[in-house]
Structure formats: C-alpha cells, structure tokens
C-alpha cells in the first residue's frame, strides 16, 4: 500500500507529530509506503511529493510546524496556484499517477471540508483534526490546542506583573475568529479578569463595571482576554451584511484597540494593548499534543491498512473513533456559554461581559 500525506491550513505544534505516527506504523511495522505531499493541496496539483523512510521521523516528535510545508490552496475554488484547470480533476489524475492508494489530510474546518468533498469523488481518504481553536465538529480535541492555551497562559502570566506594577487595565488578543475556546481556557488558567468571546456578545457597560469594582476594591490592575472575534450585544443583533459593513469600516486594527480606548476613556486608568499573535502557533508542541497528534497519525495509517476510508479520525467520550467526514464537513464546534467551565469562571467573579 502507498499512503500520501498532507498537511493544509495553517500550521500548529503537533503535525510533525501525526506524521511521526503515521509513517512510523505504516512503514515500520506494516511494510507500507508513505509519501509526503508538499503545500498541502497545492502539492497534490503540482505532483511535488517526497519519499519517506525511517531516518525522516528523527526528531519530529518534538518539532513545531510542518516539514511537509502547507498552504491554503482550495481544490474547490478557482484562485490559487493552478486557477485555469479542473483541479479536483487534476488530483484524481495526479493521485493515480502517483500510484497512492489512499490519502491522509492533517488539517482544521476547510481541509475537512476539502476533505469530504475529495472522499465523495471516489478518492481514498482519511483526515486528521488539526487546529489551535479546538473548534473542528464532532471531537472533543484537536491537536494545537493544549500548546497554544500554554503559549496565551504564558502571556498572561507575563502580563500580570507588568499590570500590578503600573497599575494598568491590560487588553490582551487571544486567537480565535469565530469560537473562544482558547481565551477561555487560557483565561482561566492566566487569571484573567474579564474573558470576552464570541459565544457571548458583551456589553461594555458590564466591563467597565467590573474593572471599576476591582479599582474600588484596592486592585491596582485589571487583565481583559479578548478573542479575535469578540463580538458586542450591540454588533450581535445586526444582520451579517451590516456587521460586515461595520468592520469593512473599522480604522483600528482589530477590537482589542476599541475596548481598550473606551475602557481608558470610561475608567480613567491607563490601559495597554497586548497581542501575542503567531506565538500561539508556533513552537514545540507539549506533552498532551505530542500525545494526541501520535495517536491520530497510528489510527490514521491503520484506517489505511483496513481500508477504512472517507471518515476523521476523532476523540469520543475519551476513545479514539472514526466520524464520517460528510457529518463533520462544513460544521464548527463552539463553546456552550451554559458549559461547566463558563458556570465554574462567573462562579470565580471573572466577568464575560455579559451580566
């Protein structure tokens, strides 16, 4: 059996990982070939592929990144490096070509996507849940998740000296467009004191007023964990087309800048920005995503070996099982603002802006 392998999207700790565990159970102990795709999709459209053998796995395990590279080429989509051809067409061409029986794709929601749409063309797939946010459907853990609450943690310790010593109001950007998982976990474990994410629309009234009870109660500081795509009660209620039209219009970088300038504005108290950025996925990955990613690569290659294709590898209930991909595509997990954690941080007195 010849095995292909990609990673597409964005990158993570704990890819290198999965493809450790892939290759080291189809090759060491089944006798299979693994061939590495490069650039993700982009790769399987220009046939730039590499061969694998044992001495490629030394020191993956603990390597951030991807050594396949990645990109995020859409297959489904005209732009792209290959725009003028039928590209799915091009893949099933370039597949056969290749000789490759089936195909793993490491990767978050699009490559899922992709995914599924490549498996109901008749091609042999199986796909791995790659993404810092944790929000790929239907289970309860990606890889780059554990490594990136760390890296957001960190900031957050960080920040919290800085903020006592100047007694500042502290806004910090944590990643994740559409879902909280990682401010709210990083939250908690940093300390933070406001946690804001897209779950649950705030209203800066309430914000001001817990950084306001924290200045009347003798704290010198305040930490605000902001998501990427926090959204206010006010922004909430308009339609998709007017709330686009109101970030097409934004002049600040991002809405970590706006709450940070009311919140000086309405408080008094000097407040700074903080934005680690790209830190949250880069990096080693640490022991949970070491360990994690390692069993979806040995799950994977062993799908492969029985023939088991056109599913997610995924963590259910605490067990590695399979998901069919066309239950998967298209979907994102999010947090419940009714969830234990969310009951558990309001019970602490962190504020979520929104009561």
């Known amino acids: 059996m010849r095995i292909g392998i990609l990673t597409s999207g964005g990158d993570c700790p704990g890819i290198n990982a999965t493809i450790r565990g892939v290759c080291k159970t189809a090759i ?73 029986d089936c195909i793993v794709c490491i990767g978050g929601n699009g490559t899922q996507k992709t995914a599924a749409k490549l498996a109901a063309r008749g091609l042999n797939i199986v796909s791995v849940p790659k993404t810092i946010d944790n929000d790929t459907w239907g289970t309860e853990l990606t890889f780059g998740f554990t490594s990136a609450i760390d890296v957001a943690t960190k900031c957050i310790d960080d920040i919290h000296t800085t903020a006592s010593s100047h007694g500042r109001v502290f806004v910090i950007e944590i990643m994740g467009h559409k879902v909280g998982w990682i401010p709210l976990y990083a939250g908690v474990a940093g300390g933070a004191d406001v946690i804001l994410i897209p779950e649950i629309p705030y209203d800066m009234d309430n914000v001001i007023k817990t950084i306001e009870h924290r200045m009347e109660t003798g704290s010198r500081f305040t930490i605000v964990a902001v998501a990427e795509g926090a959204i206010s009660k006010e922004d909430a209620a308009l339609s998709k087309k007017e709330y686009k039209k109101k970030l097409a219009e934004r002049t600040s970088p991002s809405i970590v800048y706006d709450i940070a300038k009311e919140i000086e504005a309405k408080t008094g108290r000097e407040t700074r920005v903080a934005i680690p950025g790209h830190t949250q996925r880069g990096g080693q990955p640490d022991a949970q995503d070491r360990i994690f990613a390692t069993q979806c690569g040995v799950e994977a290659a062993l799908g492969c ?12 209930d605490g067990k590695m099982c399979h998901m069919p991909l066309e239950e998967v595509a298209g979907k994102l997990k999010f947090v ?11 019970a602490l007195g962190i504020s979520f802006g929104d009561e």
Not at 305 to 316: P, S
Not at 336 to 346: G, H, M, N, T, Y
């Open 28 to 100: 060491n102990h089944y006798g299979m070939e693994v061939i590495g795709i490069h650039s993700g999709f982009q790769g399987l459209l220009t046939k730039d592929v590499e061969s694998f053998t044992d001495k490629s796995l030394s020191g993956l395990l603990n390597l951030g990144g991807t050594m396949l590279g990645t990109s995020r080429e859409k297959p489904f989509k005209k732009h792209g490096v290959v725009s003028d051809v039928d590209k799915p067409a091009l893949i099933e061409k370039n597949v056969k070509e290749l000789g490759l």
């Open 336 to 346: 419940d603002p009714q969830s234990d954690l969310v009951r558990e941080a309001k």
């Open 305 to 316: 070996l029985r023939g088991e294709f056109g599913y997610m590898i995924a963590l259910r």
